[in-house]
């Protein structure tokens, strides 16, 4: 039986989902390696997400940029959701035979919308049937003018409603990492990173109050996780066009800062923690059984991974807002 193991991308159209996925894949190699651990992605994964990592640092070329001329272009899915692909990263240790594929699912973020009923249904199954979801957030839309734009761009009622589907019974636990996108900005000093976390735990709270509801709040981990993308560009202003549409402006740093992503690698260190724990746990969860075959009986890649998941943040943004014990390895 192969040992497969399901991670999705969740979040509205331009949060910044398919950029989230490209920067874990630019980090992923240097990082695992350094654990020595290997993180292989199969051929087409690899050459989609090159694609895709050419396109995001056109985003440094410009001192001053509007977001959606330059950069990440949006996902399509011209031959409807099952033509999606998946990202495929196999997770293996010293060049061993024995591997767990991790498989990341991405998709249109109009497919969030209660008006889009195969998009929805489609999101739906893959929360289901993932054992972690990766919440893409749009952070100066959480943040500025005191989030008058946080409802338009990330839809917080939407991902509310998907989760109140999909994890209305759960009978294996989940990991949630809400993971702040464009946040440069917002996590310069300790001060500026914790008012993004209670940004995210006022204007998620409904999500959050559902996730710490008895019935389900000892299966769910929840943790904040902000991913510099970039690296040195930064929010300017935002404009109201027609329509009572929103623009964001961004500028670089400095006319000659570099593209240069920070903290992408912390949403696999967590991920690899909670499968960990979970395998450590070896408690009769059918979704994790690629997990228990992947570790048994290798001592040293197990010490590889715990390693490695000690390389978890707790400052500067990130927090473990719920599920400590699905965490502690
Ligand atoms: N300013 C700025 N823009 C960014 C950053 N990261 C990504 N972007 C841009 O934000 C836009 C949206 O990012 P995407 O990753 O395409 O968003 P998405 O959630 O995949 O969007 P859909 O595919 O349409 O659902 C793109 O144009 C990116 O290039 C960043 O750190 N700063
Ligand atoms: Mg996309």
């Known amino acids: 039986m192969s040992k497969e193991l399901k991670i999705t991308m969740l979040g509205a159209s331009g949060v910044g989902k398919t950029t989230l996925l490209t920067s874990m894949y630019e980090q992923f190699e240097a990082t695992s390696s350094q654990a020595n651990l290997q993180l292989k992605p199969d051929i087409e994964t690899a050459a989609t997400l090159e694609r895709y990592l050419a396109q995001l640092k056109t985003l440094t070329y410009e001192f001053k940029a509007e977001e959606r001329n330059k950069g990440i272009r949006g996902t399509l899915a011209t031959a409807g959701p099952e033509s999606l692909p998946s990202y495929i990263f196999d997770l293996g240790h010293n060049d061993q035979k024995q591997f767990l594929r991790l ?18 249904r489609f999101v739906q199954k893959l929360l289901r049937e993932c054992a972690a979801v990766i919440v893409a957030i749009d952070t100066p839309a959480l943040m500025e003018l005191n989030g008058r734009w946080h409802e338009v761009r990330n839809k917080p009622g939407e991902i509310l409603k998907l989760f109140k589907t999909a994890y209305q019974t ?9 993971a702040p996108v464009k946040c440069e900005t917002y996590v310069q000093d300790e001060a500026s990173a914790n008012k993004l976390i209670k940004c995210i735990q006022e204007r998620y709270a409904p999500v959050l109050e559902f996730f710490q509801e008895p019935i389900r709040a000892d299966k769910i981990a929840v943790v904040t996780a902000p991913v510099q993308t970039v690296g040195c560009v930064v929010f300017l202003k935002v404009e109201v066009e027609n329509l009572n549409q929103p623009r964001f402006y961004f500028r670089k740093i ?14 696999l260190r967590y991920l690899l923690r909670f499968l960990l724990k979970m395998y ?31 390389g978890c943040k707790t400052r500067g943004g990130f927090a473990v807002l719920q599920g400590q014990r699905l965490l502690s390895i």
């Open 280 to 310: 450590i746990q070896d408690r009769s969860w059918p979704l994790f059984n690629p997990v228990r075959q992947f570790f048994k009986p290798d001592a040293e890649l197990k010490q590889a991974v715990e390693q490695f998941a000690k």
């Open 170 to 178: 759960l009978d294996e636990p989940k990991l949630v990492i809400f």
């Open 103 to 120: 498989l990341f699912r991405d998709y249109p973020g109009g497919y969030i919308l209660h008006n889009d009923i195969a998009g929805r």
């Open 254 to 267: 400095s006319f000659d800062a570099k593209y240069s992503p920070k903290d992408s690698e912390q949403l």
